[in-house]
């Protein structure tokens, strides 16, 4: 019995593949002629990976994102001083300027909430040599929800009920760090 789905399914996934080729061939025919290619940054040379973690610390703590907005401007100070080949290259207490890029809400069954920061702006560091962005998460309570909706499954309405549960708001405390990256090396093509 198994051979004969085994079979069933090889000839239906390989019949689906020619179809999916036939279609691709046939899509290409509509697409203008002069679309363009997005354009690709070809002005930086990206090969060299060196990086230096640049730390960073809140000024004013956010209790939730609720307190921001998509395209807001924060303002996080660099928390220890930032070194390259024994060299300061940022002191402690710098501003960095960042924009609140995404605001993503608590889901249900426990999934939380998280905020995506990005835009960085240094004082005397080219923003295309720093990492574009980085996430803050809210309170995953899915760890404890999943399997309590598990649990409950054999009783048929109960398991459904754990849909209810959100996950936890985001909160930044001036205590918490974060990371961003800095590649020196990075430079313009010659």
């Not at 060299?87 to 609140?100: A, D, F, G, M, Q």
Request: proline letters at 6%; glycine letters at 6%.
């Amino acid at each position: 019995m198994s051979r004969i789905i085994i079979l069933l399914f090889t000839f239906v996934f390989s019949i689906s593949c020619v179809y999916c080729e036939f279609l691709r061939d046939d899509i290409v025919k509509y697409i203008p002629p002069d679309t363009k290619k997005p354009e690709q940054n070809t002005k930086y040379d990206y090969t060299n990976t060196d990086r230096v973690i640049i730390p960073l610390k809140i000024t004013a703590p956010i209790k939730s994102q609720n307190d921001l907005y998509e395209g807001q401007d924060v303002c996080f100070e660099i928390a220890r001083d930032v070194r390259y080949q024994n060299e300061i290259i940022l002191t402690k207490n710098t501003p960095v300027y960042t924009r609140v890029e995404t605001i993503i809400n608590s889901g249900m069954n426990g999934i939380p909430a998280s905020v995506i920061f990005g835009n960085f702006e240094i004082a005397g560091i080219d923003k295309n040599k720093l990492s574009t962005c980085f996430e803050v998460f809210g309170h995953d309570r899915s760890l404890w929800v999943f399997p309590l909706k598990w649990a409950l499954t054999p009783l048929p309405p109960t398991g459904s009920l754990t849909n209810f549960i959100k996950g936890g708001r985001v909160r930044i405390s001036k205590n918490k760090e974060f990371h961003i990256f800095y590649y020196p090396n990075w430079g313009i093509k010659s």
